[in-house]
């Protein structure tokens, strides 16, 4: 099968490019940058989708797409070009085509937490991040399509360096300190559970619809992390935070970012995403995508 990969330059979508290309597809990777991802038996074409749709496309039968702007500080107008309408790209340069659309459960996000959720729960009208609030509107723009949408949560593996850098710039005088001290359940997402689930919607008029995307089941945060972290030799202290309190901090620092016109280390969207439960029902991709995912796994983390 001839499969189109937007966002083959990132950590997710090199992934799911490099897993179907290995897997005999011929596939087409694009990114924004030049030399962004390779295979030997894969093709890779530059690629702005904010620019507009390509002039002269690849002919495939499947576009996976999982390109997308991530950064909860870059503003809404960037974020909406990036998500939205790189979306609408997409879809204006592969019409009829079915489309894997990799979105997230940052979608679902408003001032508490995220309980079980089903794909059918009500998105909030107001999001707590210009990425959540464009991703979903990138989902509206694939309305009526031979599409499948996957929600995963707090993406992790082999080649992900961002939340791991993070992560260790947070530890200060061998102290992380998190909302609720992380003793709240999430829902992670392996790169490798993600990967699988694209597997299972690629195919051409597969099933059509949103699908939740995790890890086998819930694990505690501050449980995931001290297990990273110690992966990573890093000795760190977890000191919990009341998340009204932390809430209240980012708002501040935010402001004092803005003034300054500088990135704040802290925001309202991370303490929201950490400081609450982050749990979703996986029943729609266990039974339309046959999904089977593996338990959360730090394996060989002391090298991401």
Same mark, same amino acid.
């Given at each position: 099968?001839r +499969?189109?990969?937007?966002g083959? %330059? ?5 992934? #799911?490019?490099t897993a179907?290309a ?7 990777g694009y990114?924004?940058r030049?030399?962004g991802w390779s295979?030997?038996s ?9 620019r507009g749709?390509l002039r002269?496309p ?6 996976v797409?999982a390109?997308g702007?991530?950064d ?14 790189g979306?609408? %790209? ?7 085509k079915? #489309?894997?659309? +990799? %979105?997230?459960s940052? +979608?679902?996000d ?5 309980v079980h959720?089903a794909?059918?729960a009500?998105?909030?009208e107001?999001?707590l991040?210009?990425y959540?609030?464009?991703k ?10 031979d599409?499948?949408i996957?929600r995963?949560?707090?993406v ?5 360096r961002?939340m ?5 710039a947070?530890v200060r005088g ?9 003793? +709240?359940p999430?829902?992670?997402?392996h #790169?490798?559970?993600l990967v699988a689930a694209?597997r299972?919607?690629?195919?051409p008029?597969g ?8 890890d086998a089941?819930p694990?505690?945060?501050?449980d995931a992390?001290?297990e990273?972290l110690?992966r990573?030799g890093v000795e760190a202290r977890i000191v919990?935070?009341p ?6 901090a980012?708002h501040a ?5 803005? #003034?300054?016109r500088?990135r ?7 303490v ?7 749990t979703?029902?996986l029943?729609?991709?266990r ?6 995912p593996?338990a959360?796994s730090f394996?060989?983390?002391e090298?991401w």
């Open positions: 099968m +499969v189109a990969v937007t083959a %330059s990132g950590f997710v979508g090199g992934a #799911i490019a179907l290995d897997d005999g597809h011929r596939v087409v990114g924004r030049a030399g295979h030997p894969a093709t890779y074409r530059v690629w702005d989708l904010a749709p002269e690849d002919r495939v039968d499947a576009v797409h390109a702007l991530t909860v500080w870059a503003g809404f107008e960037r974020a909406l070009l990036a998500n939205r309408d979306t609408r %790209s997409v879809v204006r340069t592969f019409p009829n079915r #489309i894997v659309h +990799v %979105s997230t940052a +979608v679902y408003d001032a508490g937490p995220s959720v794909e059918d009500r998105l909030p107001r999001h991040s210009p959540g609030a464009t979903a509107l990138a989902e509206g723009e694939l309305s009526g399509r599409v499948a996957l995963p949560h707090l992790y593996g082999p080649g992900e961002a791991v850098r993070g992560l260790l947070a061998g102290r992380l300190l998190l909302p609720a001290g992380g003793e +709240v999430h829902a992670l997402t #790169i490798d559970n694209v299972s919607a690629v195919i008029f099933p059509k619809g949103v699908f939740n995307v995790t089941a694990v505690l945060l501050s992390i001290g990273l110690e990573r919990g935070v998340t009204p309190a932390a809430f209240r980012a620092v935010e402001r004092a970012a803005r #003034i300054a500088t704040p280390p802290l925001t309202r969207f991370m929201n995403r950490l400081g609450y439960e982050r979703y029902n029943t729609a991709a039974e339309q995508l046959t999904y089977r593996r959360t394996d060989g983390a090298a």
